[in-house]
């Protein structure tokens, strides 16, 4: 996991800015969209280690890509574990670490017809990571599910290994205390665009748009890893004949 800053790992995240983007289209169709991007200020407090060693790297592709390239280690991983890489083909990944002009961030996107049928783009890098290099794949304890039937939009983020997770938050609230004395920055936001304006909002921190078809909702990833369904998120839009 060289490269990558996934949701749920405090090591990674206390230097991260995660921007979730989702654009819905009256058909139900659109696009998702994960930015990371590490702050340099946020890990210069915390020390950096080597980051001067690290090499240029701005790469783009797809998952599809990745299956093709390292096509003999995918046949070696179970039928089950193939699937799931499949789940993620038409995944686009960008990849951009440049010691030079201290910018590094990974950007994970993917176009749907239908958004329940959304991959869990959380897990993409690493799922690449794991083809490339031939790795076990890291099972999460979580699974976000993303629904939409034109009125109701639903974000709902479910514990799938309540132990495992148990075992991590324990680790987290140590950290935290470590990362306390410094001011970091480690927001997680959520950027959704609908098709027709929005009558309700389940989270009374979101902050909607003049023409109240878009909404923000801005986090801290300390609150996040403690309790990752905070970010759990239902949208009423309102009825075609009201716009």
Known sequence: MKYICVFLILISFASCQITETINLNSDGSGNIDIYTLRDENSVNQLGRQNFGSEKFRDTIFTFQDYIT??????????????????????????IKVDPIQMENFNRVSVNFKKIDEVPNVYETLGLANSLKENYPIYKKSYKIKYSFDGIIFKRNLMITDQEGFEKDKKEWEERKKIYSKYKLMESYILNYHFPRKIKSVSNEKAILSSDKKSLTVEFQLSDCLQNPQITNLEVVLEPKDFQ
Do not use: S
Request: aromatic fraction near 16%.
């Open 69 to 94: 390239k390292y096509q003999e280690t995918f046949v070696r991983f179970t039928k089950a574990d193939q699937a799931l890489f499949t789940e993620h083909t038409n995944v686009k990944m960008h």
